[in-house]
Structures are given as C-alpha cells and as structure tokens.
C-alpha cells in the first residue's frame, strides 16, 4: 500500500484590519498552516483547583515557520462526566494565542486544542486538578502536635509532647509508627521538635528532660546530649554546612550549637530588641549556604545569622502587614523561606522579600506551628489548634 500526506496548497491570504487605529495596520497575511506542525507550552502535569493557567499556542506552516492561520484555532475542554464546552481564545495576530484554563473540579480533565478541525500533536491533553490544600492526618488523641519534618522516605515526623512521643505518617496520612522512649530518662519523655541527619537520624528535643534525643529512623536509642546547657528548648536544626546542631531557647533568649556528636560549642543572642539579640525564638531552619533563619517571635521578625553566628539581616514584612508572632520557618531545596505565624504561612525569597501567601482564609489555619517542604514542594503544616498536618500544593 502507498500513503499519501494530505495536500497542502499553502495558500496566503490578505485580511483587512478591522480595527485600524487600535492596530496602525492595514491588515494581516494569513496563511495555511500544519496542524503536526503547531505547538502549545505551559500544558501543566496537573493544576490547582480553582485557579487559572494561560497556554501559549504557536501555528506554524509545514516548513516549521510560524504564520497566522486561515484556519479557525479551536480549544475544547471537559469535565468528568460533562459534555465538551468551548474556551475563549485570544488571537495575537502574530501566529500565538493565548488561551486560559480552569479546573473547578478534583479529577482528570481533557484540553482538546484543533487548527481547523485537525487536532495538535498530544490533543486532547489530559490534566489532572488537585485541591491546593488537603488535610492528610487528623489525629485527636495528638494532643500536642508542633514540630514537623520530612525525613528521606518522604514521610511526615511530628512530634506529640503530651502523649510523650514521636509519630510517623506517611505522605497520605497514613500512620506507620510511633517512637518511644519510656524507661531510658528521668522524667516522661516530651519532644516539641525534630530534626533529620543526611544520615537519617532523628534529633529530639525532650522539653521535659532538657535534651536533645538521638535514635535511628527505626527509633533505636544512639546517645542524648545538652542537659548541661538547654533549659527551655523549642526549635532544633542541622546545618547543612558544618553539620552542627543548633537549638533554640525560648525563655533563655539565646540559640546553643553542638556537634552532632553532642559536643557543646556555643551560644549567641541574649533577650532584646536590638540586632541579634532574641524575644522568644521558635523553630529555626538553615538553608544551603549555612544562613540560618530565627524567628524572633515576641519581636515580630526573622533574624537571620551565618555560620559563624554574626548577624545579617532581618525582615518584617509579611505582604501589606508586618508580621506578626513569627513561630517556625521551613527551607526549601531552593532556598525559598516559608514562615509560619499566627493564622498564616508565607514565602520568602533568601532576603526575606514576600513573595506570597500559601494559604487562604478558608484553609481553615488556626494555630499553625511547625512548618516542612518536600522536594516536590508540597508545603506541609502542623496545627496544633485543630489537631492535624495540612497539606499546600503551590
């Protein structure tokens, strides 16, 4: 048998300008064009319910070139269990179109996108619509939940001081083991944050004992260091640079440093206002580069300090407000900042500049505390209010 391709006369056209002042043109060459040819980008792997994305359709003549189209350029898109509908689509009169879609709702949708009645390479487009916040672990026996981190599995850590333990879910919420440690301490053992090792080792703080705690992912007891030192601990974390581990004290007003080893360093800050100096620090985080992130909670900032304890910057800033009660900061690989405060997380670039809030007011954050990013930027958050981690997808 012989295929033969469909013949294509490449025809141009001369089309009047309608609207000549607007334009300051007579009017536009319009031709025919390839649909295998024609290109869309910004197709996404999935979207955010409820909010827009804008694609960039680009028609192109058999040789590749981009032209304007005689052809009509369609977009279709349907919903599950609906009929096709039509999406409005802006002519650029230069061979791009932009053209808007919105998922309203939690499941796959098709994009079909046709030059003349011919469809573009992978049309129709299959795009799944995701809700931009899902509670993934509602637990009301957590009576004290408020520090979160991600360990290497991609699984939730949080710590529940109250019920004397550590708890671990998977992405989905689903429960998979508690740590314990019951006879090893002089008192009950109640853990208000956690930070993970490149080793995967859990680093506790024990408020009760005054201590930080260090097990296997599988909650095997390796030492305990600190009590000569830490005296009313809340936030804990590793630097990425030195390796060192550094503690927050929140009615000492300082921040301690160890080896991971348990070998005492030092301390830096002292109650105040001024630079460098601390009203209540919360849950730290130190990104790449060893820059390490304080939030000053009492002094409504961020302080942020190199590896070698001197002060760099702050920032106060939280969209049009200040910000206010600033309780535990979370880094992502890139180095972007998310903050949480007293009914709200934000992002930050490196310097502190707002970028935007993640969440809404119908999230339903009330007291949110500890804060962790997954390398698929989902933005996790601990609310001790409510009981639950929730879940961001930027």
């Avoid at 529940?160 to 671990?168: C, F, S």
């Avoid at 301690?256 to 009203?279: A, C």
């Avoid at 820059?291 to 001197?310: A, G, H, K, M």
Wanted: net charge negative.
């Amino acid at each position: 048998m012989e295929t033969k391709p469909p013949i294509s006369n490449d025809i141009a056209e001369f089309h009047p300008g309608s609207d000549l002042a607007a334009h300051a043109l007579m009017g536009v060459n319009k031709s025919d064009v390839c649909p295998s040819k024609c290109t869309v980008k910004n197709i996404p792997k999935k979207i955010l319910k409820g909010l827009p994305v804008k694609l960039i359709i680009t028609t192109r003549d058999s040789k590749g070139k981009q032209v304007i189209p005689r052809q009509d350029v369609t977009v279709k898109s349907i919903n599950p269990g609906a009929s096709w509908e039509d999406i409005d689509v802006t002519d650029n009169n230069d061979g791009t179109f932009h053209v808007t879609i919105v998922g309203n709702m939690v499941e796959t949708h098709q994009i079909a996108i046709a030059i003349g009645n011919e469809h573009i390479p992978g049309s129709p487009f299959h795009i799944p619509v995701m809700k931009s916040v899902k509670t993934v672990r509602k637990d009301e026996q957590s009576s004290y939940p408020r520090g979160l981190a991600i360990n290497k599995h991609g699984d939730f850590v949080t710590t529940d001081g109250r019920n004397n333990r550590v708890t671990i879910h998977d992405r989905d919420g689903n429960y998979k083991q508690s740590l314990r440690f019951t006879d090893q301490f002089a008192k009950p053992f109640s853990p208000c944050d956690v930070a993970i090792s490149d080793d995967n080792e859990y680093y506790m703080l024990d408020d009760s004992n005054k201590q930080v705690v260090v097990c296997d992912e599988y909650g095997g007891f390796i030492r305990k260091f600190g009590r000569s030192e830490i005296n009313t601990p809340r936030g804990i974390a590793i630097n990425p640079v030195n390796k060192n581990v550094y503690v927050s004290e929140y009615r000492e007003d300082c921040i301690r440093k160890y080896t991971q080893g348990g070998v005492y360093i030092n301390s830096f800050g002292g109650i105040g206002e001024m630079q460098g100096k601390f009203s209540g620090p919360c849950m730290l985080a130190i990104n790449s580069k060893g820059l390490v992130y304080v939030p000053d909670l009492l002094n409504d900032r961020i302080q942020v300090f190199n590896s070698d304890d001197q002060f760099m910057f702050e920032f106060t800033t939280s969209g049009d407000s200040t910000m206010s009660c600033p309780k535990a900061v979370a880094i992502d690989k890139n180095d972007y900042v998310y903050i949480s405060s007293i009914h709200e997380v934000t992002k930050h670039d490196i310097h502190g500049q707002y970028l935007c809030r993640i969440d809404r007011d119908k999230d339903g954050l009330n007291n949110p505390w500890g804060v962790a990013v997954s390398n698929d930027c989902r933005i996790a958050v601990v609310d001790d209010s409510i009981r639950c981690i929730k879940v961001f997808v930027e």
